[in-house]
């Protein structure tokens, strides 16, 4: 069984930057897919990027898209997410989630049901 561990929320300025982890252990990530979704206060868990296994294929949401990187370390069993040009609208959770694939079809990336495992998550707030 797998373990997700996010760490690196807290509180920041509109403009400003945070780098999220999410250490894995239980299983090693170097042949999965892996992806960080966010949910906000009454909203759904809305999608926010992928990572393939060998980090050679991401995907963003529109709305992040320029602004956050996911990577990976599979040594280190960790991927990042770093978050440039924080708005306040990027408030919220922010949850770490792997599949049991190594890479997952582009039109299924941003569906919850394509991952298996989930963090705890962390939370993420940006001040205006």
């Known amino acids: 069984q797998m373990q997700l561990t996010e760490s690196g929320g807290g509180l920041v300025q509109a403009g400003g930057s945070l780098r999220l982890s999410c250490a894995a252990s239980?299983?090693?990530?170097?042949?999965?897919?892996m992806g960080w979704f966010r949910q906000a206060p009454g909203k759904e868990r809305d999608f926010v990027g992928y990572?393939?296994?060998?980090?050679?294929?991401?995907y963003y949401a529109d709305s992040v898209k320029g602004r956050f990187t996911i990577s990976r370390d599979n040594a280190k069993n960790t991927v990042h997410l770093q978050m440039n040009s924080l708005k306040p609208e990027d408030t919220a959770v922010y949850y770490c989630a792997a599949t049991n694939q190594a890479n997952v079809d582009s039109d299924l990336v941003t569906a919850t049901a394509s991952y298996n495992y989930w963090g705890q998550g962390t939370q993420v707030t940006v001040s205006s």
């Open positions: 990572i393939n296994w060998g980090g050679g294929s991401t």
């Open positions: 239980g299983r090693t990530i170097r042949a999965i897919a």
